[in-house]
């Protein structure tokens, strides 16, 4: 007969003969979903629609900066997000005004307009007011920040933080 550990989502322990794959997958599985528990409903084909999918817009003058940031963002498993891109801050503004965009990864040093007067003007639009702003600097923190949702970045950070800081945002209400 199989112990069990007082751990809840330990496995029982069984003799290698009785574990099938079948079964260590579904163990796995289960564990996974104890962790990280999936959303109450289960996603329906029209989530994967262009229409409903969540956007990002980011936004860096270094297009290698931009590609890094949206293979971070692409990346199977990672947020299931459609990304779109700006060079500066006036062609960000104009973007975000132009379509329906949920969070906004922004340099803070740009051409035309830097990321803190494109947080500025999102927040003083009223229909963009509520779209989090992430800005990613290499200068140290600014000495003030924007009312509304965002955050700040530095410099260097791995895409484990950037994806934390994404999926944080997203979940803010809107």
């Not at 084909?45 to 003058?61: E, K, M, N």
């Not at 590609?67 to 498993?77: A, D, I, V």
């Not at 000495?143 to 410099?155: N, Q, Y």
Request: charged share 20%.
């Amino acid at each position: 007969m199989p112990q069990l550990s007082s751990n809840p989502i330990s496995r029982p322990e069984k003799p290698p003969a009785e574990t099938s794959s079948a079964a260590v997958s579904a163990t796995v599985r289960l564990e996974a979903h104890l962790l990280n528990p999936s959303p109450a409903r289960a996603p329906s084909p029209a989530d994967s629609d262009l229409t409903t999918q969540r956007v990002i817009l980011v936004v860096d003058d270094d297009s290698e900066m931009r590609q890094y940031l949206k293979r971070c963002l692409m990346e199977p498993g990672a947020t299931g997000v459609k990304v779109v891109e700006a060079a500066d801050g006036e062609a960000a503004l104009a973007c975000a005004q132009r379509e329906k965009i949920d969070l906004i990864i922004s340099d803070i040093t740009l051409p035309h307009l830097d990321g803190l007067a494109l947080w500025r003007a999102l927040k003083a639009d009223a229909r963009l007011h509520g779209v989090p702003v992430l800005l990613i600097t290499g200068e140290g923190m600014p000495p003030s920040l924007p009312a509304g949702p965002g955050e700040v970045l530095e410099k260097p950070f791995n895409a484990a933080t950037l994806l934390a800081r994404v999926e944080r945002l997203m979940a803010l209400p809107s």
